[in-house]
């Protein structure tokens, strides 16, 4: 499969505990993207990567979070002190950046918060 | 800030119909904009998109019009098929130096197609 994948595909935490996701983008894809996607609404943008650098992020992103991307290629979001209201769909999207507009998605990581 | 606004929330057609979902969008820098099907528990899947230097686009059954003065954009689904039937999501795209940012997301259109 040469999708985007993530890891895990679900999680489980307590609150209070921390957690990291794993996104692999498609092969050659510079730009990596991760939003956030509660139930009946639409996916919310988070951050985005164009190959190693961090170029947005969102406001909704508190201090709790932080992505990184280190060698351009795959990218992990870890948020700390994980609170309820953390619990959603974390999804990744990867593009070809400034050679393509489409982004295509990851299946996400479920995370739910106890 | 930026905002998306999709309508209707939920649309029930009959195989065979027409179904058509509508969006609107507040940036006036935004140029790109796709669709998005996402099945039960699947990922979103991009269906079609448009740029802002076209008026309509179409795939087969699919069809998107954009309306860059009234800041509007359209999915039309011709022959509706009971496999349409899922949530779809519009978004929009400020793009800025030829390479898309982030998206935009409307709130979804739940499909249903009766056989």
């Known amino acids: 499969d040469t999708g985007v994948s993530q890891d895990p595909r679900h999680k489980i935490t ?17 730009r990596l993207y991760w939003y956030r996607q509660t ?8 951050t985005y990567f164009q190959n190693e ?4 992020k969102s406001r ?3 201090d709790r979070f932080s992505a990184e991307r280190p060698k351009g290629s795959f990218s992990t979001l870890e948020i700390q002190r994980t609170e309820q209201g953390d619990s959603a769909m ?10 393509s507009y489409e982004q295509y998605f990851g299946p996400g990581t479920r995370l739910t918060v106890t | 800030g930026e905002n998306v606004e999709q309508h209707p929330s939920t649309l029930s057609v009959q195989e065979g119909d027409s179904a058509v979902i509508k969006c609107t969008y507040s940036d006036s820098a935004s140029n790109y904009f796709p669709w998005y099907k996402q099945e039960l528990g ?3 899947q991009l269906i079609i998109d448009i740029r802002s230097n076209v008026g309509e686009k179409k795939d087969q059954r699919i ?15 011709t022959e509706t ?5 899922a949530v779809y999501f519009c978004a929009a795209s400020p793009n800025y130096g030829g390479a898309t940012n982030k998206l935009i997301f409307g709130t979804g259109t739940l499909l249903a197609v009766q056989p």
Not at chain 1, 22 to 28: G, L, T
Not at chain 1, 90 to 99: D, I, K, P, R
Not at chain 2, 63 to 77: M, P
Not at chain 2, 81 to 85: F, L, M, V, Y
């Open chain 2, 42 to 44: 699947k990922r979103p």
């Open chain 1, 39 to 46: 139930l009946g609404q639409g996916p919310e943008f988070l």
């Open chain 2, 63 to 77: 069809a998107v019009t954009l309306n860059k003065t009234a800041k509007h954009f359209s999915l039309h689904i």
């Open chain 1, 60 to 62: 909704l992103l508190s």
């Open chain 2, 81 to 85: 098929q009971p496999e349409d039937s």
């Open chain 1, 53 to 56: 650098a961090q170029l947005e």
């Open chain 1, 90 to 99: 974390y999804l990744c999207a990867s593009s070809l950046g400034s050679v």
């Open chain 1, 14 to 30: 307590k609150r209070g505990q921390n957690v990291t996701f794993r996104c692999d983008p498609i092969s050659e894809h510079n």
